[in-house]
């Protein structure tokens, strides 16, 4: 079993920037899939940034590409979504998600753990 918890949400204004973390706990493995999806009101969950942890392969929605990077910090189990020039079309609840090692999930919902969810609001 894994447990994530996600931190770091907020409210902005549109340009405005926030750093989301998320951190991994239990039976966590290296070279695993772990990535952010959110949920806008009225929208499907979507993927938005994933990452191979230990290996650096990213992938990115292209709403998101430019604006937002993802990133690890192996040594404490942690996932990174630094968010920059924020647009009201990125609020949402926004989830740390964690794949078993061997499934690549990269942007899909193959993914076996979620977190909580932590609330980002961008107003103009």
């Known amino acids: 079993q894994v447990e994530l918890v996600e931190s770091g949400g907020g409210s902005v204004t549109v340009g405005g920037s926030l750093r989301l973390t998320c951190t991994a706990s239990g039976y966590t493995s290296s070279k695993v899939c772990m990535a952010w999806f959110r949920q806008s009101p009225g929208k499907e969950r979507e993927g938005v940034a994933a990452?191979?942890?230990?290996?650096?392969?990213?992938y990115y929605a292209a709403s998101v590409k430019g604006r937002f990077t993802i990133s690890q910090d192996g040594a404490k189990n942690t996932v990174y979504l630094q968010m920059n020039n924020l647009k009201p079309e990125d609020t949402g609840i926004y989830y740390c998600a964690y794949a078993r090692r061997g499934i690549r999930a990269e942007l899909s919902d193959d993914y076996n753990y979620w977190g909580q969810g932590t609330q980002v609001t961008v107003s103009s």
């Open positions: 990452i191979y942890t230990g290996v650096g392969l990213t």
